[in-house]
Nanobody
């Protein structure tokens, strides 16, 4: 039974930082990603890291967010710096297999966590 459990969300002032974590009961073959969904908006991809360590970021977070994973701890991280009110959303951890350079197609991710709320004021 695959489980993805996020933590680390919270409330922070603009300009602050948070680090999200996702403990995943998966092997290292999957691509792991963070998605987010703000109220009234569609879910969007934020950052992804594939099994070979290659990464991708949404333009809106490039230079501010960093995705990483600790294989020994089966944990995915998202370090978020210089947070803005527009970053306010529920953040979801996801796992799947991506193809080519299409990183954030939701249908490619078949395992999802329950989400952790990030609020930036």
């Amino acid at each position: 039974h695959v489980q993805l459990v996020e933590s680390g969300g919270g409330s922070v002032q603009a300009g602050g930082s948070l680090r999200l974590s996702c403990v995943a009961s998966l092997d290292g073959r999957h691509c792991m990603a963070w998605f987010r969904q703000a109220p009234g908006k569609e879910r969007e991809g934020v950052a992804a890291i594939d099994s070979d360590g290659s990464t991708a970021y949404a333009d809106s977070v490039k230079g501010r967010f960093t995705i990483s994973k600790d294989h020994a701890k089966n944990t995915l991280y998202l370090q978020m710096n210089s947070l803005k009110p527009d970053d306010t959303a529920m953040y979801y951890c996801a796992a799947g297999f991506v193809y080519g350079d299409v990183w954030f197609r939701e249908d490619d991710y078949n395992h999802w966590g329950q989400g952790t709320q990030v609020t930036v004021s």
